[in-house]
């Protein structure tokens, strides 16, 4: 199988922690600039969006969820727990943390196409503040402050720490001024630092292998 990616992208890493959890060897990784539209990626995915799988039988899965589900679904890892659509929490958190991986990515892309600051790129900044606000109480009424937190290995977890990395890293001051106790013990505790830590930004940076990270 090919996943298509590039370094930076939130929601190729969440692809990529995925097929690592996994711990099939048969991923390839085709690092790709989507923004420039290359034509293996317009093989497989007709919008140019990261990440993209080629499966063996010659089709290709799109968008990020999508293509964690069926990963979970066809390996049943122990490491990860697929997405419980009749579970109330689970499905607001992805919610969450999903729009939120795509406002932060959207306040970074913008900046691409339009000068900064104006009043759409502002209401991204407003929208993500805002996101920052409802997770700090959110999580608040999950993690008893006397206690370290139980923190499912899910997909939904999964999502809501690689958008949170991925604000940290794109909006580091806004970062730093909303991320209160309890957003910080959410981070501290997931069950996902280590495969995370593992495929951090700056290692991806250098386009490694699917062999060299496994």
């Known amino acids: 199988m090919k996943l298509y990616l590039n370094d930076t992208s939130p929601f190729s890493r969440v692809a990529l ?16 600039d989507p923004w420039s539209s290359p034509t293996e990626l317009l ?5 140019s969006m990261i990440p993209a799988l080629e499966l063996r ?17 066809r390996f049943q890892p122990n490491a990860i727990q697929e997405f419980n659509l009749a579970d109330e929490d689970e499905s607001k958190r992805t ?8 406002i932060s990515f959207k306040s970074v892309a913008l900046g691409r196409f339009i ?4 009043k759409l790129h ?18 608040s009424e999950y993690q008893h402050p ?22 940290a890293f794109r909006q580091p001051e806004l970062f730093k001024l909303y991320a209160q106790h309890s957003i910080e013990e959410f981070m501290s505790h997931s ?5 995370l830590n593992h495929i951090s930004v700056a290692k991806l940076a250098s386009k490694p292998s699917f062999a060299d990270l496994a």
């Open 191 to 195: 069950p996902f630092n280590e495969v």
């Open 95 to 102: 919610g969450i943390a999903k729009t939120l991986m795509e």
């Open 146 to 167: 006397q206690s370290t937190p139980t923190i499912a290995p899910s997909l939904a977890n999964l999502y809501l720490h690689c958008a949170l990395d991925y604000v």
């Open 57 to 73: 039988s010659g089709h290709s899965l799109i968008e990020s969820l999508t293509i964690c589900q069926y990963l979970i679904a």
């Open 17 to 32: 922690a995925t097929a690592l959890l996994t711990n099939d060897q048969e991923f390839e990784l085709v690092w790709v």
């Open 122 to 139: 502002q209401r991204t900044i407003e929208a993500v503040q805002r996101a920052m606000i409802e997770l700090n109480q959110y999580l």
């Open 43 to 47: 093989q497989v995915n007709p919008f």
């Open 115 to 118: 000068d900064l600051p104006n």
